[in-house]
């Protein structure tokens, strides 16, 4: 009994053992269901010569090395201690924890895990098995298939957009209906915004690919775009870093286009304002609604005192009418035999 402290890439967190968990199993669910865990997995091998609590670490890297130290109780937990900086090593390491290492152009560089990221200029790469002293070679060149793909996209992603635009801002004329926002200044003004943008250059691109119809994509008559891949595909064998500056420098294509959606998306945009002003539009019309029914009502109400009263009104009427008609025939009749 008493506490394990189990640490990786030194960060630590600790678990209690008492006469209620003091087997192996309940070792390895306080280690497992720590709700600080820093990163350590604990299990149990049965093997012929008896069970086995084994303890990895969730990331690899030399940095990532488990110590586990004891403290309290009856000391039994030291059996389990792996604390090698204070030669205490009663656990048996299985495997190092340890970096992945290679040679590049004959420079030694090293990962934590077996992808090195940061040793080729936006190149990475992954290690998949021991070479030794053979070397191979790997050729880097830009992937222009890709970077054709993803222009593919975004082409096809503006054309989509106007013709959701179209859909919802036509009439027709047989059938005299019109979309949902015929007519609508929002819309069009998106959709010129938008164009406009596709239209302008990029000023800090180089100047001899600054417009999307030097690489091959332009706007048809139906104001859609279009990709002239005899067109594009030298650029991009021959002027990569030319379409790279063409939509992701500071004032490029993506940026602008990105502005102009946000206009309209972001949380205070046109979008959310009309929104907004629609919503408030509606909450007046349900509140004249209300009003209106409680006005009527109260006109209700009224009309039926109303109608009540002259209901009782006229019955008073009928009785008196009654009355004085049966008073009037037993009245004497002039001239008669009295």
Known sequence: TGSLVLSVGGEGFAVSIDEENNTLEGIRAAINDAPNNTGVQATIINADGGSYLVLVGDETGAENTITVTQSGGDGGLSALVYDPDNAITN??????????????NGFVVSSATNTFDDVIDSVSFTAVEETGSDAFEITVSNNTGQVSAALGIFVNAYNDFIDTADQLSAFDP???????????SLLRNATSLLRRELSNNTESAQSSVDTLTEIGIALDEDGKLQIDNELLQPVLDDNFRAISDLFGAEDGYVSRITSVIETFTREDGLLQTRTDGIQSSIDALSDQSESLAARLES??????RQFNGLDSLLAQLNSTSSFL??????????????
């Open 325 to 338: 008609s049966a008073q009037l025939a037993n009245l004497p009749t002039p001239g008669a035999n009295r």
């Open 174 to 184: 047989e059938t005299k209906v019109a979309g949902a926002l015929q007519g609508d």
């Open 91 to 104: 656990l048996t390491r299985t495997q190092a924890a340890d970096d992945a290492r290679a040679e590049v």
């Open 299 to 304: 006109l209700e109400t009224r009309l039926f």
